[in-house]
């Protein structure tokens, strides 16, 4: 059985990996779909998902964060999606359908639980849709569990963020209200559960003569969160608003955080393997990682703890294609600490003979409370509370 800290520290170690890929082209016949590619944004809070790569996005994402551990639960069972499709998409072709197929058979798609949730055939819109981008409507397989929305005008560089309702079988035992990580990224719901199923995203590119079909099975999720259905977080702890980034052929600036999530002042934590890198591409190939460095207006307070460079001295690092998975460049992360609470961010870059590979890195920063303050604040949340205050 694990402990919570155990369990904390097992989320803690879960790295971010940043993909070269060095395939082969499309075939001939499917030259005027090359570049193709869409990928998705998971997360509770639309307003998140559409500051993603904004300068907005650090104190937008505290702002989300700072919510009712109630009203979360809520928010984590309408997840909002953001469909995205990549730059490099050839001009005039358009993705013109998005699936998404729960794999796990408690669970299934509904139409909001109120009138209030405001649900249109499947989904709920949102203002965050890009101009010239129109979703035609949505429909749902008949076992509940395929949901496909439609759009016109999708193309290269637009996106859009839409809800989806998370429903679960009439069975006592189930949580009414599951959480998007455990359908979705089929995150198990305790120490003694095995993970389920991760649901499975598809889409259809159009250029009006032909059709290219993209899918893959969303990232599983093998640790139980750490807040989550009846599991709720105390009142007086910030927890940050996950985003799962999934998508086809990742480009080289997705926009993932390497969270180290709460400290307090002066504090200093390090991620094991926060940072890895691979050649995805086909044997032969080689991709060379020459140095590092930090950017952003905390790069002071982020370090490398297990290289000895400097940030611009060479690494010395060739990644080959066709590799073994566990083939790959990881590196440990530290944030040094601060005297200040806040939120503090800054980005490691790789720079590789592929381009520049960016990890946006954030910590927040709290003050501990005083012992008299604590020993009130521990009263009322027992054991959880406890767990907080000794990590």
Request: hydrophobic content about 40%; aromatic content about 8%; some cysteine.
């Amino acid at each position: 059985m694990k402990t919570l800290h155990e369990t904390r520290l097992l989320r803690r170690l879960i790295g971010l990996i940043a993909v070269i890929c060095c395939g082969p082209a499309l075939d001939a016949e499917a030259e005027i779909l090359a570049g193709t590619a869409f990928s998705i944004d998971i997360g509770s809070s639309a307003r998140v998902l559409n500051a993603i790569g904004t300068p907005q996005y650090n104190d937008i994402l505290m702002s989300e964060s700072c919510d009712n551990p109630h009203l979360r639960v809520r928010k984590n069972n309408v997840p909002a999606i953001k469909v995205s499709v990549a730059d490099t998409t050839t001009a005039g072709v358009q993705l013109t359908s998005f699936s998404l197929a729960i794999n796990s058979d408690p669970y299934f798609f509904g139409t909001g639980d109120v009138a209030t949730d405001s649900f249109t055939d499947f989904i709920r819109k949102t203002t965050y849709i890009d101009a010239g981008v129109t979703i035609l409507g949505s429909t749902l397989s008949p076992d509940l569990q395929t949901l496909t929305v439609n759009f016109d005008g999708l193309t290269a560089g637009k996106s859009v963020i839409f809800n989806v309702d998370l429903d679960v079988v009439d069975d006592p035992s189930m949580f009414l209200f599951p959480d998007y990580r455990v359908v979705l990224n089929g995150a198990p719901v305790s120490a003694f559960d095995p993970p389920t199923a991760p649901a499975t995203i598809s889409g259809t590119f159009s250029d009006g003569l032909m059709e290219l079909s993209q899918s893959k099975d969303l990232d599983q999720q093998t640790t139980v969160p750490a807040y989550f259905n009846e599991h709720l977080r105390p009142y007086h702890t910030m927890d940050t608003i996950p985003v799962v980034p999934e998508g086809l052929e990742p480009g080289m600036n997705d926009p993932v955080k390497i969270n180290f999530e709460e400290v307090a002042v002066n504090e200093m934590t390090m991620l094991l393997q926060a940072a890895k890198i691979a050649n995805t591409g086909d044997t032969g190939t080689l991709v060379d990682v020459y140095s590092y460095m930090f950017t952003g207006a905390d790069a002071g307070l982020f370090k490398i703890k297990n290289r000895t460079e400097a940030p611009g001295e060479d690494l010395g690092i060739q990644l080959e294609g066709g590799s073994p998975t566990d083939m790959m460049a990881t590196f440990d992360l530290t944030f040094m600490g601060a005297g200040s609470p806040g939120m503090y961010s800054a980005n490691f870059v790789l720079k590789t003979s592929k381009g520049d590979m960016e990890f946006p890195m954030m910590a927040m920063v709290r003050e501990v409370p005083e012992p008299s303050t604590a020993l009130l604040t521990l009263a009322g949340v027992g054991v959880a509370a406890a767990w907080r205050r000794r990590r």
